[in-house]
């Protein structure tokens, strides 16, 4: 018993390394575009730079990317180029803060996919209570920035919905990704999972991006955006590598381990705080709220008699 609750602590600290890693890359993001406005090649390389490095560790695991570059591809396609090049077009045109809040909120489209898709991880009362509080905790936010709630009038309310649309669009790519990866990649490196798919993906934003013609003179990128790709290669290559064991070991059901992103909006908002000045308004500190108390509820042990 004792066993089993040391692999669920690892599990949930892994988790939290992976939802805070995430978190920061909102922040790291917004920072790059002041520097380039080209999201799906400053996606690309991300991606692609992450994928090499993590190939390159991984090179005895080859046979395994070759034997299985269909999962891989698949992967690739739908989390990495699909899924990122809708965040990447919604993020730049909302806050980081408001951005990583909707994002947050993930393990609300998680949970409800999983419910329809899996046997085994169906819903349960405290389950439904987070999500409850999680989706209100969204709503507030957006709606409280769409509607000028902050006091500023930057954000239009059409653009902000159609970004929170894309972002909630990124949720359900990444939902159905998550519950493919824990039936589909048994037996594969996670490294090589991860290498692989960042590999595929942000190869294909690159060439997206050269079709869209964006500036690629990667020599003439300023030290701060690069400081911000670098940081971005080294979110990628740990929190997806992290979060792929946790699911290929089933360390966690997919719903489980998703409700652990509810911490991306809280430490996403104090990061965007700290670093982009951006400052929280009642309605962000009411969603914050919202997000807590669900992964508060998530937390607690269900009873067997319910």
Avoid: C
């Avoid at 699909?82 to 993020?91: D, E």
């Avoid at 300023?222 to 990628?236: Q, T, Y």
């Avoid at 908002?269 to 108390?293: C, D, Q, R, S």
């Amino acid at each position: 018993m004792s066993e089993i609750k040391n692999t669920r602590a690892v599990a949930a600290l892994g988790a939290f390394i992976s939802s805070f890693l995430w978190s920061t890359a909102f922040v790291a993001i917004k920072i790059g575009y002041r520097y380039y406005s080209g999201q799906f090649t400053f996606a690309g390389i991300r991606f692609f730079l992450a994928g090499v490095i993590l190939l390159l560790f991984s090179l005895k695991y080859m046979k395994m990317f070759f034997a299985n570059f269909k999962v891989l591809f698949i992967i690739g396609f739908f989390q990495i180029f699909i899924g990122y090049a809708v965040f990447y077009t919604a993020l730049k045109y909302i806050d980081a803060t408001v951005s990583s809040i909707i994002v947050g909120g993930s393990p609300v489209t998680t949970a409800l996919v999983s419910h329809i898709v899996l046997k085994d991880d169906k819903l349960n009362k405290n389950k439904i209570i987070s999500l409850v509080l999680g989706f209100l905790g969204i709503f507030v936010v957006v709606i409280g920035k769409a509607s000028g709630g902050d006091g500023t009038a930057h954000n239009p309310f059409l653009i902000t919905l159609v970004s929170a649309f894309l972002l909630i669009l990124n949720q359900i790519i990444n939902a159905l990704v998550n519950i493919y990866v824990a039936k589909k990649s048994l037996g594969v490196n996670p490294v090589i999972i991860n290498g692989g798919q960042l590999f595929i993906g942000g190869a294909l934003l690159i060439l997206l991006g050269t079709i869209a013609g964006e500036e690629q003179n990667f020599l003439q990128f300023e030290m701060p955006l690069l400081m911000a790709i670098g940081w971005l290669v080294i979110v990628s290559t740990f929190a997806f590598t992290i979060w792929y064991t946790i699911l290929q070991k089933k360390l966690m059901t997919v719903s489980e381990l998703n409700i652990w992103k509810f911490i991306t909006p809280v430490s996403g908002a104090i990061l965007a705080f700290l670093l982009l000045k951006e400052i929280p308004n009642i309605y962000t500190i009411a969603g914050l709220v919202l997000v807590v108390l669900s992964l508060f509820f998530n937390s607690k042990k269900q009873k067997k008699s319910e």
